[in-house]
């Protein structure tokens, strides 16, 4: 048994799992939830009365490269 290697599609179900039974404790306790926008690259805060607060977001650096300049 010690030279078992799962495989990854394991890990990752078992992630997916623990991220899903946080956010449903999350919800459960009543605190706000941290999510994130790809599309618009924003991060906000959703609060359990249904509100967002944003908080920020993600500036396209580019390469280190070309930010020396």
Known sequence: MAD?????SI???NA???????LQKKRALGQ??????PKTKEI???NPD??????????????YSERLN
């Open 4 to 8: 078992f290697i799962p495989d990854d």
């Open 11 to 13: 890990l990752v179900k």
């Open 32 to 37: 706000p939830i941290a999510r994130f926008n």
């Open 44 to 46: 906000y805060m959703e």
């Open 50 to 63: 249904g509100t967002i607060t944003p908080m920020g977001s993600v500036a396209d650096q580019g390469r």
């Open 16 to 22: 997916r799992l623990a991220v899903k039974l946080e």
